[in-house]
């Protein structure tokens, strides 16, 4: 069940860390009148401290201004193709059991995994609920990573989210790289034990990326290149272009032309 965040009064936002915990002790008195059980809050809120690391990943953040041969070369493309042939055949069950679910190839979710953590060699080192309630209290986009934090304490009550749990910078969590609300929302639960694990479990996280998808406009049996129709799903994994590119040119280079 979806939790509806009030966050009309939420608690003043800062840019600095001089406020965070000021700020952390009014969101924990609000908490629970947004649906969160008040141990769940104290549990959460148990080694959270601002996270300086994701406030320097935030406002040093660039568009990607590669070209795409440039891209392709700094993200390790056709280490990515190769090993992604590999793992597509080493997992063909799984792939060809989400296809079947979900219609979305191997190709595009193995360039995802690859490019976003390496097939799952690296899922970040920073403290996720320590990022998502540092971004929540900064000013810049603190709506925003309200509804993050809502979500990623409602990963926590229901089990699906550790809280010593590490991921990106800005709180991505997974095999795929799922922010906290893109779990909720479109998380899906692979490998049929009643959880939805995008940490330890490949078949949740690629499970997950295909519906997430879907939920952005995939359509079963279209090709994904740009100009066809399922780019504009890609499109909604990554806003810069060369990223979108890049996903579908090593999708195209795994699968065979789609």
């Known amino acids: ?58 406002r040093g953040q660039k568009s990607f201004k590669l070209s795409f041969d440039e891209f392709m070369q700094k993200r390790g493309g056709p280490a990515i193709i190769s090993r992604g042939k590999s793992m597509k055949a080493a997992n063909a069950a799984l ?18 995994w690859g490019m976003e953590t390496g097939f799952g060699s690296f899922l970040g080192d920073q403290h996720t609920l320590s990022a998502v309630a540092t971004l929540a209290y900064d000013c810049r986009r603190s709506a925003f990573f309200t509804e993050q934090l809502y979500a990623a304490l409602q990963l926590v009550a229901r089990g699906d989210l550790s809280t010593s749990a590490k991921g990106a910078a800005h709180g991505e969590i997974g095999q795929t790289q799922f922010l906290p609300l893109n779990v909720i929302r479109y998380g899906a639960d692979g490998d049929g034990d009643g959880h939805i694990d995008m ?23 279209a090709g994904y290149q740009p100009g066809q129709p399922n780019f504009v799903a890609i499109q909604g994994w990554n806003a810069a272009s060369v990223y979108q590119q890049a996903i579908a040119y090593i999708g195209a280079q795994i699968d065979g032309a789609r």
């Open 199 to 221: 940490v330890r479990s490949r078949a949740d996280a690629l499970a997950s990326t295909a519906n997430f998808l879907v939920g952005h406009g995939w359509q079963r049996g």
């Open 1 to 58: 069940m979806m939790l509806t965040v009030n966050v009309a009064h939420a608690a003043s936002c800062g840019n600095d860390a001089s406020g965070f915990e000021n700020w952390v002790q009014d969101f924990k008195r609000q908490a629970p009148a947004n649906g969160v059980s008040a141990s769940v809050v104290q549990s959460a809120f148990s080694g959270v401290s601002y996270n300086r690391p994701t406030i320097r990943a935030d």
């Open 95 to 112: 792939f060809s059991a989400i296809e079947r679910r979900y219609g979305v190839p191997a190709g595009p979710l193995l360039a995802i």
